[in-house]
């Protein structure tokens, strides 16, 4: 994350102590300290946002043999949803927006 971080010249607004558990994780990872950055994205409307962003020196691992491009467009229920990214094969996660910022 903080490659990406450095590449969107980005420095941090503050640092909080935060203990982040995976999906899945049986264990409490211990707090540490992480930087706490502001981002601006552009919404699909147009319209500016600022959000919060938590830097993690990890997301997950690169993704493979998915395609949710395809998925949308042969389920019925999924046909004309916009999807955040629709990557066709493989691809590094470097920011997870979560449901309360995309929707």
Known sequence: ASNVLTQLQVTPVRRERLAINPFGGKECNPSSLRDVVE???QCV???????????VPH????????HPGRVA?????LRGLHLADDSDGAASIDILLGADYYW
């Open 39 to 41: 981002l601006g994205i």
């Open 45 to 55: 409307d147009g319209s500016p946002l600022t959000i919060e962003c938590v830097s």
């Open 59 to 66: 997301v997950c691992p690169p993704i493979q043999d998915q």
């Open 73 to 77: 467009a042969t389920h019925e229920t």
